[in-house]
């Protein structure tokens, strides 16, 4: 069955880094987006970062990020290994919250990333 796992979340200092993974099974990876999105305690879950599969004719990935990110996380896929990551830096304490990835129409079980002061 589809199935997808976060994993890299943890506890790190304002202005530190961290590297989110989500890894896939159970459909074909290559050939869906990928979307990494966040909920903060009492907030609505946000994307933050989209990975598209690759174009057809140019096998080049395609990404957007909110705005809140921009410049300091990047979104990247390994389709020989069937996982995506995020990598984060510069976080800031608004950074905290429950990350999850979203693929074929799926979502993961999440990680957690709580950024302190």
């Known amino acids: 069955q589809v199935q997808l796992v976060e994993s890299g979340g943890g506890l790190v200092q304002a202005g530190g880094s961290l590297r989110l993974a989500c890894t896939a099974s159970?459909?074909?990876?290559?050939?869906?987006?990928v979307g990494w999105y966040r909920q903060a305690p009492g907030k609505q879950r946000e994307s933050v970062a989209q990975?598209?599969?690759?174009?057809?004719?140019?096998?080049?990935?395609?990404?957007t990020y909110a705005d809140s990110v921009l410049g300091r996380f990047t979104i990247s896929r390994d389709n020989a290994k069937n996982t995506a990551y995020l990598q984060m830096d510069r976080l800031k304490p608004e950074d905290t919250g429950i990350y999850y990835c979203?693929?074929?129409?799926?979502w993961g079980q999440g990680t957690q990333v709580t950024v302190s002061s």
């Open positions: 979203l693929s074929y129409g799926h």
């Open positions: 159970g459909f074909k990876f290559s050939s869906a987006a």
């Open positions: 990975i598209t599969a690759g174009g057809f004719a140019t096998n080049v990935d395609r990404v």
